[in-house]
């Protein structure tokens, strides 16, 4: 029977040089890539894994669950979602769209669906209101424990070298942000997601 994902990484294992890994992409060329290329490899392919281990960790592991426990993280209750950040960054500002439950995004149903779009689009015109922010990225990822969780990354306005999709690279590289402006940034992105 055809194994579309299996055929998908031997084709990529066919593509190993001499020493076993995959030749760098453009990426390494871009001015925004956090890494210069010299000294730069690609990690080894790893093995196929199928079937591939439960997205879902136990609730009692889940960051998101956490935040949505602390008033001071979150950001805005809604119906089935909710607005929370994290309790650090190193970005001027990073606010998720969750889900109230511990639940994926393949959980939600038609109105879950309609109320995302809504609060994504509102989540990120309220973080495009703070001041200094020059964009913001939107990204789906799961923070690890199937909790379904829309990140919106700001960018500050000016560092054009942290633009575009490596921004979380960055974000790992950066020192963290005062405490106190993130707390000022949240009451700001508070009353913005409040207001009608
Ligand atoms: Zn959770």
């Given at each position: 029977m055809a194994d579309p994902g299996r055929d998908f990484l031997d084709r990529a294992q066919a593509a190993v040089g001499d020493d076993g890994r995959l030749p760098l992409g453009a990426m390494a060329e871009w001015d925004v890539f956090p890494f210069e290329r010299e000294g730069l490899r690609a990690r080894p392919l790893t093995e196929y894994a199928d079937p591939e281990p439960d997205r879902r960790k136990p609730e009692a592991d889940c960051k998101t669950c956490a935040a949505l426990d602390r008033p001071d993280l979150v950001l805005h209750t809604g119906d089935r979602l909710a607005v929370v950040r994290p309790g650090g960054t190193s970005l001027p500002f990073v606010a998720n769209v969750v889900s109230r439950s511990h639940e994926p995004l393949d959980d939600l149903d038609d109105g879950g669906h309609v109320e995302l779009g809504r609060l994504i689009g509102r989540t990120y015109a309220a973080l495009r209101g703070l001041?200094?922010?020059g964009n913001v990225h939107v990204n789906k990822w799961e923070n690890g424990t199937g909790h379904?969780?829309?990140?919106?990354?700001?960018?500050?306005?000016?560092?054009?070298?942290l633009r575009g999709s490596n921004l979380a690279a960055w974000a790992d590289l950066l020192p963290p942000t005062p405490a106190e402006e993130l707390d000022a940034r949240a009451d700001r992105v508070r009353a913005a997601l409040a207001a009608p």
């Amino acid at each position: 029977m055809a194994d579309p994902g299996r055929d998908f990484l031997d084709r990529a294992q066919a593509a190993v040089g001499d020493d076993g890994r995959l030749p760098l992409g453009a990426m390494a060329e871009w001015d925004v890539f956090p890494f210069e290329r010299e000294g730069l490899r690609a990690r080894p392919l790893t093995e196929y894994a199928d079937p591939e281990p439960d997205r879902r960790k136990p609730e009692a592991d889940c960051k998101t669950c956490a935040a949505l426990d602390r008033p001071d993280l979150v950001l805005h209750t809604g119906d089935r979602l909710a607005v929370v950040r994290p309790g650090g960054t190193s970005l001027p500002f990073v606010a998720n769209v969750v889900s109230r439950s511990h639940e994926p995004l393949d959980d939600l149903d038609d109105g879950g669906h309609v109320e995302l779009g809504r609060l994504i689009g509102r989540t990120y015109a309220a973080l495009r209101g703070l001041d200094g922010i020059g964009n913001v990225h939107v990204n789906k990822w799961e923070n690890g424990t199937g909790h379904l969780s829309v990140t919106l990354l700001a960018r500050p306005r000016g560092v054009l070298q942290l633009r575009g999709s490596n921004l979380a690279a960055w974000a790992d590289l950066l020192p963290p942000t005062p405490a106190e402006e993130l707390d000022a940034r949240a009451d700001r992105v508070r009353a913005a997601l409040a207001a009608p």
